[in-house]
């Protein structure tokens, strides 16, 4: 989570507080300690993850004699703090008053009465009875432009928590309060309508609002027993409400709004999960009513807080959809029949076994998926190894991450992300190769981007197109494609000519430097201008922030790895933060950015064809006599097939058979008309999936499998975290968790397995993988979670060196890699450089979130992205049609005008609802020859016009693309301390005049009485 003051004081220093004497840390706000030591003060705008916003007032205290707010002061040696004097009590409930003057509490008609309301809360524990400034309307519409939320400003306290998280936590910059007006408000991009500005619906404002002003629509109407009423019904509700209150006073009212949230417990569940989508690993509560998901509420997440970006806290339509597969399928006289699990699982028994009887085992091969469990993985692959008796299996990180797990075994022995996102966010300098963070990790780069913006961390960003890190960088460059390779090894060798290396680290820990010095002699300064069209003078920029840096983090992803030099281009960053002494400390190292939520577990579950769980390795004996002891069967020893060579060996006619779970090969595999053309040759295809993917089409049998809300386990993020996922839901239809399915094939073929849940699968996980030894489902109970390696006892692993690298001597090497130019560069029949890569509101292909209407609307299919120059030669406008045609397929997509991209660079996202448009029919097959990771951003194009336009834009102008952002430093309570109608509270009331503030609750109600005291200025601080 994130801590918004990370620079406090480690030394505790003591306080009193109301006489009593505690610990604090010096610099910490005063509420803090105060929430620590369990004393009572409220506090509606604080936020622990947001900070001291200051803008309720109502956890005003006496320090030292005079009246501060406690959020807003930060705690000092020796400070005496009272609480329950009567000035800041009267102060307190001033505050409070006037917040109640802005909000309407009609609770027990109210979706977000679920003993979670601050306002509510707040009521409750202050005691109070009646409201001495009356609810007065603003006058201003509700605003439920927005497919996602909607904002009602007669309900918003001003508390401004949603600015705050918008501006300095997730940093979209969009939300702000027009303080000088009349009635402030909330305003999205200064003041258009929510669902046309730049809000990129993470939900960040939602989730922190601490009353009903910014609701999830998914919740309204649906929470409370009484809560689906609507116009007079619900007025007349209101109404009664109000007419009791001055003659009970708000207890009673408050009880029956309790009964009323206690009895909303009886339906909705509140089950702890891990995003399906990215390996950012968010964690959080999916609220279920039924099969209705009501929200995602954010919390807790070790690696997210309250964040999420917009899929995983809206994107779940696709667990109940009307499209999900709820029984299996088999084909027959060339359609697909529904039939039951057990003529199911016994036709794949039966033609497994004939192929493995007739051709071998290895004409058999698994591939397992990446958002699936770790259970399931590692199920996967003993059904490989064990029963069938194949090493061919593999998981989609050959698709992206195997090149950046070459690089780091190379040069530091792990391949995992060397530290946390904390680490992001603590370090003095971040570098972005090849990754478009805010779209493809949108909460990791909200760390990113809150260091950079808050405590003026350096950001580095280098990539192809100008996307929202590469506007942010305070250095942008970009390299010719392919190209980054030459530009850090020059920067390397330039940090070497100059002595700028980390001599004492390199002479402590690294292995390897003369060779390494002599593989970058070709690299000079002139070179990399040549090659890369970077200047030698941002070069030598670059050389010197990373030298001068407090701490380097390098992140990178498929911009760097779906390259041909895709491992030698991690192996030179890798490199060049050991030459720099950037391993071994808090905020430094190395940041493989994992892409799919479980692909870092996939690979960790032994899903490849040469390794076992942990990264053992098939043909070591040792390892395959643990495995053989635990399983009763000799593995096979030799490594078997990659998902590429799978492909390959499919048309070379030795791979036979095919079972493929989660994966829709067929459109994100490179060279899309070659895979189709091998699966059309199978002889036996299972396809294990949620929907009716392209893949399935060609599948012999289609299993219906449940996706992460219907299942538990546990998934891996890029952090090496490992979290654990209950299960929400029961599977819809006769869908069933993968686990249940691969054991249900297992035994099918007479393996006799019985797993009755899949904390078991984790217990033998854990005795097989010494990196995982220590993990149990007791250890990951709630939000718990454990970093591999996880010794026996449970330790675990947050920064990934401490004491050495893991090879024998214990020293990292530095590793001469060697630079792959690219093998379809630009030419006369293929003009242009394609590039590709993902979106913000879909995940990959899209077969999930294509699924929910509120992303499809905001993205509803692919187009290709050219440049202003390019669509001024070509003649183009967004919208129109063309043909990319490349040398392995075409595909015919709108076009959509950018400065996103330069010159003749085109972009295609990934996501198509249509297979036809999918990129991956313009992609070759040529790969990295290390991991055999497709170069798919190496891949050249022609573009011919076809001209038309459509019928819609290829992006609709609501996208949050074409918004305005209004940044500012937070909620900037000053401006509404320095309005004329603003008094700090409790100083007496006849300084007001006019405004609308305070004085327009002010001047209605009878204030509680205030006593005479110090009169503090306007920001609390007293005046001397
Ligand atoms: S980007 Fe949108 S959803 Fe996210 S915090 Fe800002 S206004 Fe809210
Ligand atoms: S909408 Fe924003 S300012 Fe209004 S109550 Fe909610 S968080 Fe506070
Ligand atoms: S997609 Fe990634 S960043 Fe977004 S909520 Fe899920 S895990 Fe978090
Ligand atoms: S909690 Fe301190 S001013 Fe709101």
New binding site residues.
Partial sequence: MPDPSPNLSPEPADILIDGARYAARPGEPLIAALNRAQVTVPQVCYHAQLGPIQTCDTCIVEVDGQLVRACGTPACAGMRVRTAVQAAQVAREEAFDRLLANHQLYCTVCDNNNGNCTVHNTTREMNVQHQYRPFQGKGLAVDASHPF?RYDPDQCILCGR?VE??QNL?V?E??SINWEAEQPRVL?DGGVP?GESS????????TVCPCNALMEKSMLGEAGFFTDQRGPLFGNAVAMVKNVEPSLGYGPIMNLSEIEAAGREGYIRRTKTVCTYCGVGCAFEVWTKDRHILKIEPTQGPANGVSTCIKGKFAWDHVSSPSRLTRPLIRENGAFREADWDEALALIARRLEALRAEHGPDALAFITSSKCTNEESFLMQKLARSVIGTNNVDNCSRYCQSPATMGLWRTVGYGGDSGSITDLERAGLVIGIGTNTAESHPVLATRVKRAQKLRGQKLIVADLREHEMARRADLFLRPNPGTDFVWLNAVSRYLLDQGLENRAFLDRWVSGLDAFRASLDAYTLEHAEVVTGLSGEILRRVAHEIAQADGVCIMWAMGVTQQMSGSETSTAISNLLLLTGNYMRPGAGSYPLRGHNNVQGASDMGSMPSHVTGYQRVDDPAVRAVYAAEWGVDLPTTAGLDNHQMIHAIHAGTLRGLYLKGEDISLVDANANYVDAALEKLEFLVVQEMFFSHTASFADVVLPASPSLEKDGTFTNTERRIQRLNQALPPLGDSRPDWQIIQGVANALGAGWSYAHPAEVMDEIARLTPLYAGVTYERLAGFASLQWPVQPDGTDTPLLFTDGFPFPDGRARLYPAEFIPRTEPPDAQYDLHLNNGRMLEHFHEGNMTFRTAGITAQVPGAFVEVSPDLACERGLTDGTLVRLVSRHGAVKLPALVTSRVQGRQLYVPMNSPNAAQAVNRLTGSHTDPSTHTPAYKDTAVRLEVIGGTGDTPPLPRQNFRYGTPTPQRGVEVERKWARPDYVFPGLGLGLLRGGSLNARADRVGAPPQSSRMNMPSKSGVADD
């Fill in positions: 939320y949603c998280a918008c997730q979209n969009t939300l999205w929510a809000c990129v619906g993470c939900g960040h404002c939602v």
